[in-house]
């Protein structure tokens, strides 16, 4: 079945620092890529996706590009700040599957 | 456009009883899917309702039920409460274009068996 992998965490960053957060994938077919934020006490709000090979999804200075090669959606921000202190999770939905899959969630705290 | 919207945002209950969790997607949204997010076991797909009719589940017990109506906003009911059905239950709306499924989520409900 479909799975995602994330780095474990917890990553812990000063502010302005460069934030990077593996994720790779196993999918039959070929499968939607998103981030997914989640603030304490909160649900999951979608950061960004992208739909196909070498597509860049972004949003709020976050970037990550679809590889198809390496089947991996690697989350970047180049200087992050304390309120971007969260559990990102790395997730995919298959072509006409009815759920996403997620990863197990990386909780980053940016110190100042 | 108002985003999805669950009540309660949160619930005790004990042993035994039985919850009705609601779920209202974003307007114009015919899909609604449910999540139980837990500390050990992550994010775990439940079910997805697509007009009014179940067409995903996951691997849950059969006391984990849903429904939905014609507006498109659904209940989950879970019966026979255990500790362990302690979570964050999460729906979630999606708009489905062609082959891409965007999903929505909303802020959950927090339910606690004691």
């Known amino acids: 079945g479909d799975s995602v992998t994330q780095m474990e965490g917890p990553v812990t960053l000063s502010e302005e620092a460069f934030l990077t957060i593996n994720c790779t994938y196993t999918?039959?077919?070929?499968?939607?890529l998103f981030w997914y934020v989640q603030y304490p006490g909160e649900g999951l709000q979608l950061l960004l996706k992208?739909?196909?090979?070498?597509d860049k999804g972004s949003n709020k200075g976050f970037e990550a590009t679809y590889r198809k090669e390496t089947t991996s959606f690697h989350l970047e921000k180049g200087s992050v700040q304390v309120s971007d202190s969260a559990v990102y999770f790395c997730?995919?939905?298959?072509?006409?599957?009815?759920?996403?899959?997620f990863g197990d969630g990386t909780t980053l705290t940016v110190k100042p | 456009k108002a985003g999805v919207t669950q009540t309660p945002r949160y619930l005790i209950k004990t042993r035994g009883q039985q919850v009705t969790l609601s779920c209202s997607p974003i307007?114009?949204?015919?899909?609604v899917s449910w999540y139980q997010q837990t500390p050990g076991q992550g994010l775990q797909f439940l079910f997805e309702?697509?007009?009014?009719?179940?067409?995903n589940k996951g691997n849950f017990p059969g006391r984990f039920s849903g429904r939905q109506f014609s507006n498109s906003r659904s209940e989950m009911n879970v019966s026979t409460l255990e500790l362990g059905d302690s979570a964050l239950y999460l729906c979630?709306?999606?708009?489905?274009?062609?082959?891409?499924?965007?999903?929505?989520f909303g802020p959950g409900t927090r339910l606690l068996v004691l």
């Open positions: 992208a739909t196909k090979a070498d």
């Open positions: 309702y697509f007009s009014e009719t179940q067409r």
């Open positions: 307007s114009g949204h015919r899909s």
């Open positions: 997730a995919l939905v298959n072509t006409n599957a009815g759920k996403s899959t």
């Open positions: 999918a039959t077919g070929y499968p939607s």
């Open positions: 979630a709306s999606s708009l489905e274009q062609g082959s891409l499924k965007t999903q929505y």
